[in-house]
């Protein structure tokens, strides 16, 4: 898909970590905040890297079944009073499911819920 007005490499400054692993869980894509976040681990030296390596049971075996079949994964976390929310989803290149995009980012701690009708 074209976009009109907009660098296709949009993600690459995104504030928050956009990670692509393909369906063996390689880690093919990085953008610049999940290379800083993920710094500590090895940031930028993760690329190419078994992403089923980097996470421990139960985690684990959820994104094995997402390697196997195009599933979706959502919740929020906390750390150090820190709220984000992670957003699992399948990568699909030519309508063919490729892996996996995981997109995560800080929540305001009071950010607004509205309920639309």
Known sequence: MKMKG?????????DGAVTVCNREGII??????SIRQFEKYGGEKLLGTNLL??????????LKEMLAQPLENMYT?????????????????????SGVVEI???LDENMPHFIRK
């Open 53 to 62: 390596d980097c996470h421990p049971e139960p985690s684990k075996t959820k």
């Open 28 to 33: 093919v894509y990085m953008n610049q905040f």
């Open 6 to 14: 907009i660098d296709a490499n949009w993600a690459d400054e995104f």
């Open 104 to 106: 995560s980012f800080q």
């Open 77 to 97: 976390t906390e750390k150090a009073g820190v709220k984000k929310i992670i957003v699992q989803k399948p990568w699909l290149r030519n309508g063919k499911f």
